[in-house]
């Protein structure tokens, strides 16, 4: 009796009152009046990003440092408006830049399969081709014609009449020395003189020269040979005088197309001054004139027997393809510098890429006209962005971009990862790159390659870190005003009024898990605009309203509620086992969260402890069933770490004792149960109940310090929703850690009941909080009569007692051992007690 009555005393001296949190600690507080508007409507878009400083200025740096190895790695960047945003932070930067010069490929006379890279001031490239382009035009109708006009044909006239004298004078001297040796020139059809002997001015006939004695026939062939040798030296006259015939009409003929060609290049020289282009277009008139056999032959005649597909093959051979110009990099219409977003960053999209087709003979065609830019050198001069975790999966990219960040150059090549065989024997000159790369992709990439990839960190030594939450002040009010009002009128929807702004805000603030706090993700808010307008619409209304924005964030839990209200009714009728009423020994209510991705939700679970006499010391059920992940399995053991510090400062700490999560029989992982776990389990040692209409969350430390945990809105409204199912009774409620409570941000409907006394939340400290709370007992020490802890000491040294017993016992086997009844006294539960 003299026990009973300091322990009811420090349980009606016990108020769980001083931890309870009112209604306006459960969420964040917003005067839809303070916004300062009626609608949307009144408010301009919101042109920038808000609360992400940090990485701004980070970004800001990174592009305005042009050295090598500047390049930006952007984490954080989720949603469709923060990549949005970004690029038009590079737009607005780049049109204050210079725009960079131009880059085109021409034939290379000297190596063709080398093509030259040539630098044109911005704009040039385009217009190169152009001039070009007209050139050849101008060159395939003039120059026939002038070939044609009639002061040539009389040039090449007169020149054919003069050597055609020279030679017919030539051949008269033989026939005149022919005539002197008795001998007639006669020339057969194919060519060939024939030499036949006269006498008496008649040729002699065959038989005739049978009858002649040998020296007549032998001074007719010495005759023959003489004259013979002449011919051959007149025949060697007059192919020179062919030759040279050819070699004069060529001059003319150059002389006549000069006269075309001449001024079409000097224009393009002059309107595109400077080297190494002018030493080109030299080369290409050099070129022409030495060609005009094969540029005058626009549709070369094909052999009629063949077919028709070979034919048109031959044809499509272009005979001016030395004097085009592929233009790669073209800025003609760029304001500043180029900014280039690729979405698909392949090999061919990043580098390019050098076409070609095969013909019907099964040769592979290509030529500089197919060389094929890349975004990297389509951005040079300016800014790239990509996602590196796309860029990484394609083969070959990441090597070939390091290659070409660490040496400032671009050479462009045939992509064929897979061929056995070389494709094509191009090899263009390489193109100096000035492209700041600003790369996207998540924090875990990048510490990945911080930590493996020593290139990576040589190239991208800025990173713009952007976070997913920024403050919730006036600014970020606004800023999300302005962010509903910019999506209200890019999508033509409903204005939004100010109060459901305010609920618009409200739910970024959820969404960021603190009331102080408002999420960037801004493709969820998004999200959350376009139902409200679609239920605004439904319900016929001019505007969207606060009903109808908690109507839109009502029907996306409907919509993914139906695995948690499974749960809450298996709960209802009993088969999931769980109280919300009484007190039980060794027995609690944790709180766990169930993700399922696009939803998540609390579901109460029934946590019991089970102790005994014995030296096993705590065993985690779900552990030796391999059930838990390490950081619960941490959790377990700090839960040794509190009983050693709490109680076996002055004597050994032994005990035998399990923990377990009742009707379980899934995965189970974090550390948030750990507080549930000490309470039911130091509940069971003491043999003092826990209210079982308190569910509990928290992780614990080795002093007894409860600690934050993750997902605190949806295990109170987890609880919450299983208590309503089966009747609010003014007393249950949820104890969470108090530094979760900035965290919270419940629902209208648990607010209110709260603030009607259906339902409470509670916040401790400590463990010690805890437990005079679960169990309306002082928690005190273990020397203070009458506190929990003093009983729970009791019952570990009679413990200890009941071991060292049976060890004298075991030493000395004559003693007589007691039932084991009389050896473990335990102490008369408290009043209430069921368990």
Not at 42 to 66: I, K, M, T, Y
Not at 360 to 377: A, E, H, K, Q
Not at 607 to 615: F, K, L, Q
Not at 702 to 707: L, M
Request: net charge negative.
């Amino acid at each position: 009796m003299q026990n009973s009555r300091p322990l009811i005393t420090a349980i009606h001296n016990t108020s769980p009152d001083r931890w309870k949190l009112q209604a306006s600690d459960l969420g964040p507080s917003l005067d839809p009046a303070e916004l300062g508007f009626r609608t949307t409507d009144e408010l301009e878009p919101l042109d920038h990003l808000h609360g992400q400083e940090r990485a701004l200025r980070a970004l800001e740096f990174g592009l305005a440092v042009r050295h090598r190895g500047y390049n930006i790695y952007v984490s954080g960047v989720t949603g469709t408006d923060k990549k949005q945003s970004i690029q038009r932070l590079l737009e607005a930067r780049a049109g204050r830049e210079k725009t960079p010069d131009d880059w085109v490929y021409v034939h290379n006379f000297d190596e063709p399969d080398r093509p030259l890279a040539l630098r044109l001031p911005t704009g040039h490239g385009v217009r190169l081709r152009g001039a070009l382009e007209e050139v050849i035009d101008r060159l395939q109708h003039d120059l026939p014609a002038a070939l044609k006009a009639k002061d040539f044909d009389a040039e090449r006239e007169r020149l054919a009449a003069k050597f055609g004298q020279q030679s017919e004078a030539l051949f008269n001297q033989l026939v005149e020395r022919g005539r002197q040796l008795d001998l007639m020139i006669r020339q057969l059809p194919n060519g060939v003189l024939v030499f036949i002997p006269l006498k008496d001015g008649k040729p002699i006939e065959p038989p005739d020269i049978e009858q002649l004695s040998d020296e007549e026939r032998a001074a007719i062939e010495r005759r023959q040979a003489e004259l013979g040798k002449l011919a051959g030296e007149i025949l060697t006259k007059q192919q020179e005088l062919s030759h040279q015939l050819r070699q004069e009409i060529h001059q003319i003929v150059q002389n006549f197309a000069r006269r075309i060609i001449d001024p079409l290049i000097d224009r393009v020289k002059q309107d595109h001054p400077g080297d190494p282009l002018g030493a080109w277009l030299d080369r290409v008139r050099e070129h022409m004139l030495d060609h005009l056999d094969r540029l005058q032959e626009n549709h070369r005649e094909q052999p009629a027997d063949l077919p028709a597909a070979l034919r048109a093959a031959m044809e499509r051979e272009d005979p001016w393809l030395e004097y085009r110009v592929n233009v790669v990099a073209d800025n003609s219409h760029t304001q500043g510098a180029p900014v280039v977003v690729e979405i698909s960053p392949t090999y061919k999209n990043l580098f390019g890429t050098i076409e070609h087709d095969v013909n019907l003979f099964g040769r592979v065609n290509t030529d500089f006209t197919r060389i094929r830019p890349g975004s990297l050198l389509r951005a040079n001069g300016g800014y790239l962005v990509f996602d590196l975790e796309d860029a990484l999966i394609e083969p070959l990219v990441w090597r070939q971009l390091k290659r070409a960040l660490k040496s400032g150059q671009l050479l462009t090549d045939v992509y064929e990862p897979f061929s056995l065989l070389a494709t094509t024997a191009l090899k263009p000159q390489p193109i100096p790159i000035d492209t700041k790369v600003v790369a996207v992709g998540s924090p875990q990439l990048y510490y990945l390659l911080q930590f493996l990839d020593d290139d990576f960190r040589e190239l991208f030594k800025i990173r713009a870190d952007f976070g997913p939450e920024a403050p919730r002040d006036a600014n970020g009010h606004q800023a999300y005003a302005r962010f509903v009002a910019k999506l209200t009128k890019m999508e033509h929807l409903l204005p939004f009024d100010a109060p459901a702004v305010a609920e618009v805000i409200r739910f970024g603030a959820r969404e960021a898990a603190h009331r102080d706090k408002l999420s960037v993700e801004l493709d969820l808010v998004a999200d959350v605009v376009r139902e409200a307008d679609y239920w605004a619409r439904q319900a016929a209304s001019a505007t969207v309203t606060a009903t109808h924005v908690q109507q839109a964030l009502h029907e996306r839990v409907y919509r993914s509620d139906r695995i948690a209200a499974k749960v809450r009714e298996l709960i209802e009728e009993g088969t999931l086992r769980l109280a919300i009423d009484g007190s039980r020994v060794g027995q609690v209510n944790g709180l766990s969260i169930w993700d399922l991705g696009d939803y998540r939700f609390g579901r109460p679970s029934r946590v019991t402890a089970s102790v005994g006499v014995g030296r096993e010391g705590l065993v985690n059920i779900e552990r030796e069933c391999d059930l838990s992940g390490s950081t619960h399995d941490k959790g377990v053991l700090i839960l040794e770490g509190y009983l050693r510090n709490r109680y076996a400062r002055a004597h050994p700490l032994t005990l035998s004792a399990s923990l377990t999560f009742e009707q379980s029989y899934g995965w189970i992982e974090g550390d948030s149960a750990s507080s549930a776990e000490l309470y039911c389990l130091l509940s069971a040692l003491a043999n003092v109940p826990l209210r079982q209409d308190i569910a509990v969350t928290g992780s614990v430390n080795q002093h007894g310090e409860v600690q934050a945990v993750g997902g605190v809105n949806e295990k109170v409204e987890g609880f919450f929703d299983v208590c309503r199912a089966k009747g609010l009774t003014g007393k249950q409620g949820v104890c969470i850690p108090r530094s979760n409570v900035r965290h919270l941000v419940l629902r209208h409907d648990v607010i209110e009941a709260v603030r009607e006394g259906k339902f409470h939340v509670w916040a401790v400290d400590t463990i010690d909080e805890g437990i005079e709370l679960l169990t309306g007992m002082t928690a005190g020490d273990v020397d203070q009569e009458g506190a929990f802890h003093h009983r729970l000491d009791r019952r570990l040294q009679e413990i200890l007692g009941v071991l060292q017993t049976e060890s004298t016992s075991e030493a000395t086997p004559r003693v007589h051992l007691a039932p084991a009844a009389a050896r473990t006294p335990s102490l008369p539960p408290l009043p209430g007690d069921r368990g």
